[in-house]
């Protein structure tokens, strides 16, 4: 198995700081708030649970990961809600320019991944190992 990890740092400083506001917030609203409002309590958990899905990269999903196992190339990307699980063979080419590298499949679907917002070096990893796994 082979795994490429990208984290882009700028949206995780972004993410956990909005995550420390959102829990400096609850303990603002519990010095200041009327604890027998039942909007109080509704306050509290919306505000703890937006703080823990900054805190923790909104779960996870800000990762960027290629892993490429027995012949299946799996995408997760921060754009896509879900993962992407692509056979290698089914490949037909793949391109990349400054903005989005593309995977082109040979039923004609193609699939874009945003690297516009990634550093040369990660672009350039990217390139590299779909290039190494897939030989394309």
């Known amino acids: 198995m082979k795994q490429l990890i ?3 740092s700028l949206y995780e400083r972004i993410y956990r700081s909005l995550g420390i506001v959102c829990l400096v917030m609850v303990i603002v609203i519990i010095i200041t708030g009327d604890k027998n409002e039942w909007s109080f309590w509704i306050q509290i958990v919306a505000m703890l649970l937006l703080g823990l899905a900054f805190l923790s990269l909104n779960f996870g999903t800000l990762v960027n990961r290629l892993t490429v196992e027995k012949g299946v190339l799996t995408i997760r ?15 037909d080419e793949i391109l990349a320019d400054e903005n989005f590298v593309r995977i082109v499949m040979k039923n004609g679907r193609i699939i874009r991944l945003p690297t516009g917002m990634l550093e040369f070096e990660e672009k350039r990893a990217v390139r590299k190992f779909l290039k190494e796994t897939t030989g394309f």
Do not use: A, D, G
């Not at 993962?83 to 063979?89: A, E, N």
């Open 6 to 8: 990208l984290r882009n």
């Open 77 to 91: 990307w921060y754009t896509k809600p879900m993962r992407i699980i692509l056979p290698i063979h089914e490949i």
